[in-house]
Nanobody
Framework: QVQLVESGGELVQTGGSLRVSCTAS????????LGWFRQAPGKEREFVAA????????FYEDYAKGRFTISRDNAKNTVYLQMNSLKPEDTAVYYC?????????????????WGQGTQVTVSS
């Protein structure tokens, strides 16, 4: 069974930077990418970014473009999310998940094997 473990979340000030990581214990053949989602209190879980394991093609939600960068280290089965120019509205629990081939990339429906999440708090 695949396990995803996020790490790196912490309290940062507005305008600061933070890198969160997600390490997979395995990679089922049904998964072709890893994505990041986030969920703020009282809000639905929303897509942040995703990256394909084989060719590194990336996908970003509009609010993440230009501020966030997703990258991968296939040898370590690890995906990173570098977040710059952080804002208080970026405060959320950040989750990674394995994308299932041929499912929507921007929707939680497209993913299985969710991690437990890591808290990112941006102070104003």
């Amino acid at each position: 069974q695949v396990q995803l473990v996020e790490s790196g979340g912490e309290l940062v000030q507005t305008g600061g930077s933070l890198r969160v990581s997600c390490t997979a214990s395995g990679r089922p053949s049904s998964t072709d990418a890893l994505g990041w989602f986030r969920q703020a209190p009282g809000k639905e879980r929303e897509f942040v970014a995703a990256i394909m394991w084989n060719d590194g093609v990336t996908f970003y939600e509009d609010y993440a473009k230009g501020r966030f960068t997703i990258s991968r280290d296939n040898a370590k089965n690890t995906v990173y999310l570098q977040m710059n120019s952080l804002k208080p509205e970026d405060t959320a629990v950040y989750y990674c998940a394995g994308h299932i081939s041929r499912r929507p990339i921007y929707s939680t429906y497209g993913y299985d094997y969710w991690g437990q999440g890591t808290q990112v708090t941006v102070s104003s």
